[in-house]
């Protein structure tokens, strides 16, 4: 089966379920923050496992469900929790999730993660609105897996994260008094966390953040057209800068106090995006 007939099943299977819900807008929370969704009216929630073809997050924090519905006239899809190039999952499978989207409808993409700051600016709680990114995991989700539905093979990445959307979140941070500000996420693979060399190298390189996801989502998602905006919640500082051992389970300590600030940026930014 090809991965557009695998797609197809996902989106026939997830229509039926919704009657044929068209989202405009998704969000994929990462780490923690599945909590941080907005109140939906007419909410339908769909368990990964029930859907042919899906990936399984295998990740604590991340629920595994896809949730629909409706926020002040604006219709959602959200990804409550995400897929890992860590957790096994073959490197051009990451695209699936993204392309049933794309097919659905969706024309924009907010994507969030829990990240390691290399900025003393943006400690713990901070946001980092992400400007651009470097893909340090040495593979890309579109390398054998082209098909003329999802966009050219060839795609143009200047501005991979939407100026316009960065816009409407920094505006709206000012007003909700969030420490944020733009930056460079460095996806590494993961699932250890860097060593202090490492992130003085990438320091180097001109990241502001350093992660272990979100790159393969933005990269299938441009190539499909859908417009990205990507939030980076610093759950930690990086390696070597933090006087702390790393752990997951700070993380989802860490991110589970952004829980609230971040409901109140996707309460205030999803009626404007």
Known sequence: MTQLQ????????????????????????????????????????I?????????R????????????????????????????????????DLAISIRTMFLLGVQKLIVSAAVGSLDLKLKPGSLCVLNDHINFMCNNPLI??????????????????DKSLRKVTLDACKKLKI???????????????????????????????VGMSVVPEVLVARQCG?????????SNMGCGIAKEALSHAQTIRETKKIEGKFKDLLETILPKL
């Open 144 to 161: 054998g897996n082209h098909d003329e539905t999802f966009g050219p093979m060839f795609f143009d990445l200047s501005e991979a994260y």
């Open 57 to 92: 997050s295998t990740v604590p924090g991340h629920s595994g469900n896809l949730i629909f519905g409706t926020y002040k006239g604006k219709k959602l899809m959200i990804m409550q929790g995400r897929f890992h190039y860590y957790e096994g999952h073959p490197m051009k």
């Open 179 to 209: 420490n944020a500000k733009e930056g460079v996420y460095l996806a590494a693979t993961g699932p250890n966390f860097e060593t202090p060399s490492e992130i003085r190298a990438f320091k180097t390189l001109g990241a502001t953040v």
């Open 47 to 55: 368990s990964y496992a029930d859907i042919p073809g899906f990936l």
């Open 6 to 45: 695998q797609v197809k099943k996902a989106v026939a299977f997830i229509n039926k379920k919704t009657k044929n819900f068209k989202p405009e807008t998704a969000l994929i929370t990462g780490s923690g923050l599945a909590g941080s969704i907005p109140p939906l009216e007419k909410k339908i929630v």
């Open 226 to 234: 859908i417009r990205v905006l990507g939030l980076a919640w610093v």
